[in-house]
């Protein structure tokens, strides 16, 4: 259940006044939320419209006619956007599994582990976060050159998982976990990777959930990376392959099949959004309060 | 001493050698690269590259193109940030009344373009501002306005990128304002309301102060944020366009970086933005410090 809202006036009867100002409210947040919503919409409508129907004026908001021809022309693109799609799924997931389990060891010896100098390490470690991701473009590009590493899945999935957010985030659910819980555990005779796997694991389902979630996504959109080390087309992720389809239909009458890739891009996007609404609410309000 | 090393340090490996490889070794290698003439023909051998001291960082304050990059950006977080600090408070305020029913699913609805950021949104976006055949100026047209070339034109470009990037992202801070409505106590409202204050006194003398954690918050990430433009011009404009008049200091990195391989000059363009997002971190912990 969610919490009361802040009481600004007491609902007893309505008078006149309350009812205007309730009638104002929700007009308005109708209004935002028609505006918020009409650009996704136009999306999924311009791409079930035919070539003709796309340059029709005045545009049309709904399509007189479906057309799937868009759709149909998308997977007939030089591009392989059946590939591309492969590709983010592939890269997603396991950058998403790295990105939940090695930042959960490290928040676990960051909170439970006690050794000389570990505050110390992890204010390094939270310096890092200073470092906007532009500085480190150039000469990880060239590292990853001279690995030999352009166009492999690796070179996709590491470097991303430099991510310092992630051992924060954890390190602060973990510091709630009470320490006993893994004291007891030692007693008993457990060692740490036993108690890490089987104790804080378990716990911190909901924080891995939500954490999860926004790597998940934040993945699934990530371009500049990408677009410099997948430089053969049968590497391109998602949104390489939809940046290069818009190139090359920008001005043309065959705009509908760039919203046929949108479409194609998001609907992984507000799928997860819709089955994890409470765990993006919860990931959100924490991040919120403690900057 | 052994043992009190080990088992941390089994946990902090995988860690450490990302972050070393791809964070630390990286920052002070682009900064060497920024001290060198690092091109094409260094891209094979590292060793063509020779070191020619700050003469890139010389270069940049004299190269008109990359003042403008730095000016279209400010410009940019100039327009964007306080939009975004009182459309998205607004926000939070309207759907924290108590009369609204269907809280979640307003606050859901207006968070579904802050999820489905990326190339695929600024295309949809490309589409509705589009001139003749989008859905903005067939709108504007209902109310006898005649809309821009919103791209094309010098003096909207950047209008219709911030456009984007407030719509995106005020569901998302409309969000962490409910957060912080949220974990105001009821006492101090009650309090307002004994010495007489009506719906506005409790919103500014009460709500806005106890806000500014969440306010500060938002203004530093939405700032950071802003200076990162890249994506939305890159498409939208084709790269900064029209003009140079969206190109950003991020665009002018990837360029000069990845079009035609002057790293050295890249690298030392992006440690100038670095500067410019220190500044504005260092500035978010001294305010931190004071107040809370």
């Not at chain 1, 390489?240 to 760039?258: I, R």
């Not at chain 2, 088992?7 to 050698?17: A, G, K, Q, Y």
């Not at chain 2, 964070?23 to 920024?34: A, D, R, T």
């Not at chain 2, 791209?151 to 219709?160: H, P, S």
């Amino acid at each position: 259940m969610e919490k009361e809202p802040l009481n600004y006036n007491r609902r007893k009867r309505v008078p006149p006044k309350a009812l205007l100002l309730k009638i104002g409210v929700y007009l308005l947040l109708i209004i935002g939320l028609l505006s918020t919503i009409l650009p996704l919409f136009w999306m999924i409508s311009t791409s079930f419209k035919s070539q003709e129907a796309i340059f029709e004026l005045p545009p049309r908001l709904i399509p007189k006619h479906i057309s799937f021809e868009n759709y149909i022309n998308l997977f007939k693109q030089e591009i392989d956007f059946a590939k591309a799609f492969q590709n983010t799924l592939i890269v997603t997931v396991s950058y998403t599994i790295g990105a939940l389990l090695i930042p959960a060891m490290a928040a676990y010896a960051f909170s439970k582990l006690h050794f000389p100098g570990r505050n110390l390490l992890f204010m390094l470690f939270l310096a890092t976060m200073m470092i906007p991701s532009q500085v480190t473009l150039i000469p990880n590009y060239l590292s990853i050159n001279f690995l030999g590493w352009l166009n492999t899945y690796r070179a996709l999935i590491i470097p991303p998982l430099a991510n310092v957010f992630n051992i924060f985030f954890l390190r602060q659910h973990m510091l709630s976990i009470p320490d006993e819980l893994c004291e007891v555990a030692r007693i008993d005779g457990a060692n740490e990777g036993l108690i890490f796997f089987r104790i804080i694991i378990p716990l911190l389902k909901p924080a891995l959930a939500t954490l999860g979630i926004l790597n998940f996504t934040g993945m699934w959109r990530d371009f500049l990376w990408p677009a410099i080390i997948a430089t053969d087309s049968s590497m391109y992720t998602l949104q390489v392959a939809l940046y290069t389809l818009f190139g090359q239909n920008q001005a043309s009458t065959t705009f509908g099949v760039v919203m046929a890739g949108a479409v194609l891009v998001l609907i992984p996007l507000f799928l997860i959004f819709l089955a994890g609404q409470k765990f993006i609410v919860h990931g959100i309000s924490t991040t919120g309060i403690k900057s | 001493m052994r043992k009190k090393y080990l088992t941390p340090l089994l946990f902090l490996l995988p860690s450490l050698i990302i972050i070393f490889c791809f964070v630390v070794f990286p920052v002070f290698f682009s900064l060497y690269i920024s001290l060198t003439d690092f091109n094409v023909r260094s891209l094979v051998n590292w060793g063509n590259a020779k070191l020619i001291g700050l003469a890139n960082y010389r270069h940049l304050l004299h190269d008109e193109l990359f003042l403008k990059c730095i000016v279209n950006t400010l410009y940019f977080v100039v327009l964007m940030v306080p939009l975004v600090l009182v459309l998205s408070l607004a926000l939070a305020l309207l759907l924290n009344l108590p009369l609204i029913k269907l809280r979640n699913f307003f606050r859901m609805g207006f968070f579904m373009p802050y999820i489905s950021d990326g190339i695929a949104i600024s295309t949809v976006w490309y589409w509705v501002v589009s001139k003749d055949y989008g859905i903005l100026n067939h709108i504007l047209s209902w109310f006898g306005i005649k809309g821009p070339g919103w791209l094309t034109d010098v003096r909207f470009a950047m209008l219709a990128i911030v456009g984007l990037v407030v719509w995106r992202s005020l569901g998302y801070y409309a969000m962490l304002y409910l957060a912080g409505l949220q974990n105001i106590p009821q006492q101090l409202y009650e309090a307002a309301e004994i010495d007489g204050a009506n719906r506005w006194q409790k919103i500014w003398y009460v709500t806005i102060p106890l806000l500014a954690p969440t306010t500060l918050f938002i203004s530093i990430t939405s700032m950071i944020g802003g200076f990162q433009l890249f994506t939305e011009p890159l498409t939208l404009t084709n790269g900064g366009g029209p003009m140079d008049a969206t190109k950003t200091i991020v665009l002018f990195i990837y360029e000069n970086g990845f079009r035609y391989f002057k790293m050295g000059y890249a690298a030392a363009s992006s440690y100038i933005l670095f500067a410019f997002i220190f500044i504005v971190t260092l500035f978010q912990i001294k305010l931190g410090e004071q107040k809370y």
